[in-house]
């Protein structure tokens, strides 16, 4: 076969059609073919004797009856977000878990974070509940709860051993972040929080199209400040774009790191390009702030402890605190009521 | 096919992303060319690419030859210093623009894969280094499948698996681990990246994401470790900016000087002189001996 240097697939046509696979063809598509996805795909005049005609007619049609469903299920909560990078390990869950237990931190909002990356699932870990497992009632999956007001669903609860690798393709991840979405019973919330893996593939293809009925309010980029990771955000943020999903803003992590020995600070992962601040001024959305690298939050992660309750005057909780504020006015939501100022 | 004359492929796996597998495979690359073997990166992240950039030839292009697709040099070989071949294959050559993304569901990364696997042009080559995106899913599967299809005996010499330090990485790792044992690819060894940060200021080391993590968890699976790589930004400037590492003076890592030695901070992006440029970073001695320890585990 020769190859071939453009992309076979227009982007707009698998963000239209994100989870149907296009029929496999044994043979090349005939004259005056209805094509292979329509509504009379096999049904046609021209169908009769094409080697095609049974995998067109077999092909599913029409929408995902699903949406629908999910709507449903998602009807009482009231703000859904997606956090999203175009690169792995720059903080996506990290901040995922700060961001449910600053929400949380006030007892009369209840927050839901999902945890779509089936592959690397690092929520359970964060929150310290990896050892749990999902509790299945009348009403559907019970998500694990962390605290009484907030909820956690992920993949690692499900699997027998810890460190089972979880060897899927991408139909099959695609029909697990489904029943996240239509068979847990998230109930009343006011946040729902996605947490994504790395990249733009069918994870992402699928909580998007999953929740179009119900309504993204927006996605919540977050970066680490050298341009290997902006050129992969870069791409993250076109996705989004296309997909019409709003950003809500962009996070700098790892911004910049002080000794704990001597106080001084040295840019690791230097911003030889300008850094998220530039990336978001270039894309023309707001910069949320940038967050200084501590080693407790690590820690804190590791240990599946809330960096807001044991570190409260660090620097890098203050940054994070103006983050939230700042998500929260994109939200249209009172700032101070969010994160009251202490 | 096209790797028919390559003589051993290693793969650069974990199941973490940003833990620094892109510039384990860079600097393994350079490594492996400065003791004199010819090697080609086949970079199979699709929608993250990061190979072009760590090479500084971004905009290069592929060329498109009878029967296949020419990877891009980064060096050429130079027989006199004991400097073999560098070159590099991406879906990064093959992006109109660098920002676009790139929206693709399994079967058509699968089949990106497979192209790579049999399009690309390498010829006679000792080694083919695959850095891979964070996970266990399409593009891991389709990999695995192909090279067990399609690979002669012996031709894949295994995985390199990076980790940094923390639980929280270990843990996604452990499941990178598992695929090997599942897919019966061996594990060459571990590289803990990221193992602690010395500050330029007052020479102090900081664990900046823990310690001692990919050692235990190299144990716990009876694996090789092959040892921990600290945070140099000198490093990262190096790839960033292409300026020559230059270390305070007194600057002494493992009985060897850095200091001072190359103050002339030229910043030329040309990636031919990486490797040149590579051999004053500190990382460089660290590369050198689990290079030498992979290519006697290998060879």
Redesign the interface.
Known sequence: ?A?S?EE??P?QD??NN?LK?RPQLVAPEPEHCPGPESERAGQADSCAGCPNQAICASAPKGPDPDVPAIAARLAGVRHKLLVLS?????GK?TFTCLLAHAFASDEARTVGVMDAD?????IP??MGV?AETVHVSAGGWEPVWVADNLGVMSVQFMLPG??????????K?NGLIKQFLKEVEWGAMDFLLVDT??????E??SVNSFLKESGIDGAVMVT?P????L??V??????CR??GIRVLGLVENMSG?V????T?E?????A??GGGAALAKEMGIPFLGEVP?D?RI??A??YGESFFDHYPDSPACEALKGVVRGLARELGLDAEQVMPDD | MSLSKIKHIILVLSGKGGVGKSSVTTQLALSLALSGHSVGVLDVDLTGPSMPRMFNIENAKVTQAPGGWLPVPVHAADPDAGIGELRCMSLGFLLRGRGDAVVWRGPKKTAMIRQFLSDVLWGEMDYLLIDTPPGTSDEHISLAETLLKDALPGQVAGAVVVTTPQAVATADVRKELNFCVKTSIPVIGVIENMAGFVCPNCAECTDIFGKGGGQVMANDFHVRFLGGVPIDPQFVMLIETGRRPTYPQGTIINGQDFSGASVDAEETKDASLLAVKYQSCSLEPIFKKMTRDIIAAVE
């Open positions: 076969m190859p240097l076979p697939e982007v698998v963000l994100p696979a175009g690169k792995g390990g720059v869950s089936i592959c690397g699932p690092s870990k964060m990896e810890r460190d089972d690798a979880v060897i899927w393709r991408g139909p991840k893996p790395p990249g733009t593939s069918d992402h293809l680490t050298q341009e290997v990771s050129l992969d870069r791409k993250e943020i076109d996705f296309k997909a790191f000794c704990p020995k001597c001084h040295s840019q690791i992962f230097r030889t390009t690298l080693p690590g820690m992660c590791d």
